[in-house]
Nanobody
Framework: VQLVESGGGSVQAGGSLRLSCAAS???????MGWFRQAPGKVREGVAV?????????YYADSVKGRFTISQDNAKNTVYLQMNNLRPDDTAMYYC????????????????WGQGTQVTVS
């Protein structure tokens, strides 16, 4: 499984961005998630989705109501719509995938993308 993120950039506080994670390989019944890591901080889970079934999703408390994770199974792509961005959302954002549900903990994910930078000023 290979994951390629896109959509990062620089935005002013209150703005929006949509991140995309294009997956190659089998991910039809995978747990896929978005994680972020700011300089000097540990990597943290932002949002995850189970791509099988009804696409159950979970969010970190810090992004609930502002971020939305979604999937397009036909395109094998997972998205992260980020609204009302704040300076503390600034980080490198990573897409991850794994065959088992692992929640928001990074350790449970087997495959990782290279990351896309999000900067909010």
């Amino acid at each position: 499984v290979q994951l390629v993120e896109s959509g990062g950039g620089s935005v002013q506080a209150g703005g929006s961005l949509r991140l995309s994670c294009a997956a190659s390989g089998y991910t039809s019944r995978y747990c896929m998630g978005w994680f972020r890591q700011a300089p000097g901080k540990v990597r943290e889970g932002v949002a995850v989705i189970w791509t099988g079934g009804r696409g159950i999703s979970y969010y970190a408390d810090s992004v609930k109501g502002r971020f939305t994770i979604s999937q397009d199974n036909a395109k094998n792509t997972v998205y992260l719509q980020m609204n009302n961005l704040r300076p503390d959302d600034t980080a490198m954002y990573y897409c991850a995938a794994g065959p088992l549900f692992a929640g928001l903990g990074p350790a449970g994910y087997k495959y990782w993308g290279q990351g896309t930078q999000v900067t909010v000023s």
